[in-house]
Nanobody, 124 residues
Framework: QVQLAESGGGSVQAGGSLRLSCTAS????????IGWFRQVPDKEREGIAV???????TYAESMKGRFTISQDNGKNTLYLQMSSLKPEDTAMYFC??????????????????WGQGTQVTVSS
């Protein structure tokens, strides 16, 4: 069973940047979808961006512009570059994957492999 582990979270001031990483402990066999999600207490988990094994990316509409997803297949690592961070970006950030084909969408209900999350806190 592949395990996912996020890192790179922390505290940053508004306007700052962070890069999150998600490392897979094993090989993600194709086809797969993998991506980033976030959640604040008492709110539904929301999708940010996902990427498939071919490198095709899909962003949630509200996340376009300040977030960039990428992957390094040689390192089994997924990244999320975040810029111009705002206090409302404060959340627990998760990476998640599913090993099936089809068009990858940032819908959390479709993903069954989850990391433990990394906290991002943006102060004003």
């Amino acid at each position: 069973q592949v395990q996912l582990a996020e890192s790179g979270g922390g505290s940053v001031q508004a306007g700052g940047s962070l890069r999150l990483s998600c490392t897979a402990s094993g090989y993600l066999s194709s086809p797969y979808c993998i991506g980033w999600f976030r959640q604040v207490p008492d709110k539904e988990r929301e999708g940010i961006a996902v990427i498939d094994d071919d490198g095709t990316t899909t962003y949630a509409e509200s996340m376009k512009g300040r977030f960039t997803i990428s992957q390094d297949n040689g390192k089994n690592t997924l990244y999320l570059q975040m810029s111009s961070l705002k206090p409302e970006d404060t959340a627990m950030y998760f990476c998640a994957a599913h090993l099936s084909g089809g068009y990858c969408l940032p819908k959390y209900s479709e993903y069954n492999l989850w990391g433990q999350g990394t906290q991002v806190t943006v102060s004003s």
